[in-house]
């Protein structure tokens, strides 16, 4: 079993009004996509980094690239997440069996939760990191009249990585494409072709990076676990 990960850096951020993508924004002295890199370059179970960025960006994304002591592929984005997995999927290496598909914009992954996912995988065909939703949630109809309330126990909030088998992965994907579907993350293509998918719980801190707001709470994680690595020396 030979893992490797895409973490995906081609989108635009419009919502965090920065103008420019929102991975070049700086946590901790760093930018956001950096502290995700890291993370799985610095994990043993993880031989390979596919860093999938915006065109426009390769140019800063190949000079960072070049003053790192890693090695990280670049590959470039699509016109939708979809496609931009896509071509980070077509940019392993030939001896990847297992892959990681993860958001930059999502710096908070832990190597526990890497191990979680990665341990999961060997035994499932799909696995995707997860925790239980908190608030309660409503089926709204286009009219503003609520529908429906799931039971709150049942409703998990999906984040990234998400875990597949290489092979399986692309098959949806191509399956996507051939049916001209769109799914919202990579797990609900591997759903069309009928396969389960099997949660690893995770953490809440492990947020997206959208919006002015994250970067205040992400700034307060850092510090929290920068405070702990000191204290646990």
């Not at 370059?41 to 790192?68: A, C, F, S």
């Not at 609520?146 to 039971?151: E, G, K, M, S, W």
């Not at 579907?181 to 690893?200: N, S």
Request: aromatic share 6%; net charge neutral.
């Amino acid at each position: 079993m030979e893992t490797s990960v895409v973490i995906v850096a081609a989108g635009t951020g419009k919502r965090m009004k920065a103008g420019k993508n929102k991975i070049w924004l700086h946590l901790q002295h760093k930018p956001i996509f950096q502290h995700t890199v890291e993370a799985f370059v610095q994990h043993p179970g993880i031989t390979e980094v596919v860093l999938v960025i915006n065109e426009q960006d390769y140019e800063d994304m190949d000079r960072w690239r070049k003053g790192m002591p890693y090695s990280v592929i670049l590959a470039t984005g699509g016109a939708e997440r979809q496609d931009s997995v896509r071509n980070g999927l077509e940019a392993l290496s030939e001896s990847c069996t297992h892959v990681l598909i993860h958001d930059a914009a999502r710096p908070f992954i832990t190597a526990e939760q890497i191990s979680g996912i990665i341990t999961k995988l060997k035994d499932h065909q799909a696995v995707v990191v997860a925790v239980p939703v908190k608030d309660t949630i409503k089926i709204v109809g286009p009219d503003g009249i609520v529908q429906a309330t799931p039971a709150r126990e049942s409703l998990w909030a999906v984040q990234t990585p998400q875990a597949f088998p290489l092979s399986l992965v692309k098959q949806a994907h191509q399956f996507a494409v051939d049916q001209g579907k769109v799914g919202t993350d990579d797990a609900m293509l591997v759903e069309m072709l009928g396969y389960p998918v099997t949660i690893v719980e995770g953490s809440y801190e492990n947020i997206k990076v959208t919006t002015p707001d994250d970067l205040w709470f992400g700034e307060e994680i850092m510090k929290r676990r920068s405070e702990e690595r000191k204290r646990r020396k």
